[in-house]
T-cell receptor, first 111, second 115 residues
Framework: EDKVVQSPLSLVVHEGDTVTLNCSYE??????LLWYKQEKKAPTFLFMLTSSGIEKKSGRLSSILDKKELFSILNITATQTGDSAVYLC???????????FGAGTRLTVKP | ETGVTQTPRHLVMGMTNKKSLKCEQH?????MYWYKQSAKKPLELMFV???????ENNSVPSRFSPECPNSSHLFLHLHTLQPEDSALYLC??????????????FGNGTRLTVT
């Protein structure tokens, strides 16, 4: 059965720290992996990854995919309190509407 | 404003009530989705519509009934719900089906409490 596992489930850091969030998956006919940030209600899109080894970067956030080992990481450098949120990983297969989400990692950044 | 608007924001209903959740997207997208988000569980896909035609019903109980009159509007009709149906119900849209090339755009959700 397809599944997406995120770790850790929760993480507490202080401002300025660097964090790495993990997402591993088992999906038939993998097409893409996406990261979302959910602060209060609506998850907002961060990155879409389809190819191994190509880093996507946006400001202090970056992400990379390893299709051989079936995982992705999301890095956040110099964390700020505004980075506090639940980070969701989702995987989409080909020819299938079913996008599998992980349970999320709850990140808390303390001042 | 996320481009996807959901109403109401909060809903408390009894087990015998009938209510409806509404979603509207202003992005010109072709696909719309209903997701259920329960505490400490992954987002669960409930229904998918593509060009207002239902393409997915993920084994959802019949007490949840979706309706998609056009590509911009999506409803979720609720009837005789159970307390375990209490959750955040998220509507989303995407340009194309399946998020393979286009990410989901989510609304702020409806926080549903069934008493």
């Amino acid at each position: 059965e397809d599944k997406v596992v995120q770790s850790p489930l929760s993480l507490v850091v202080h401002e300025g720290d660097t964090v790495t969030l993990n997402c591993s998956y088992e999906v038939t006919n993998f097409r893409s992996l996406l990261w979302y940030k959910q602060e209060k209600k609506a998850p907002t899109f961060l990155f879409m990854l389809t190819s191994s080894g190509i880093e996507k970067k946006s400001g202090r956030l970056s992400s990379i995919l390893d299709k051989k080992e079936l995982f992705s990481i999301l890095n956040i450098t110099a964390t700020q309190t505004g980075d506090s949120a639940v980070y969701l990983c989702a995987v989409t297969p080909y020819n299938n509407n079913d996008m599998r989400f992980g349970a999320g990692t709850r990140l808390t950044v303390k001042p | 404003e996320t481009g996807v608007t959901q109403t109401p924001r909060h809903l408390v209903m009894g087990m015998t009530n009938k209510k409806s959740l509404k979603c509207e997207q202003h992005l010109g997208h072709n696909a719309m989705y209903w997701y259920k988000q329960s505490a400490k569980k992954p987002l669960e896909l409930m229904f998918v519509y593509n060009f207002k035609e239902q393409t997915e019903n993920n084994s959802v109980p019949s007490r949840f009934s979706p309706e998609c009159p056009n590509s911009s509007h999506l409803f979720l009709h609720l009837h005789t719900l159970q307390p375990e149906d209490s959750a955040l119900y998220l509507c989303a849209s995407s340009q194309d089906l399946g998020q393979g090339n286009s990410p989901l755009h989510f609304g702020n959700g409806t926080r549903l409490t069934v008493t």
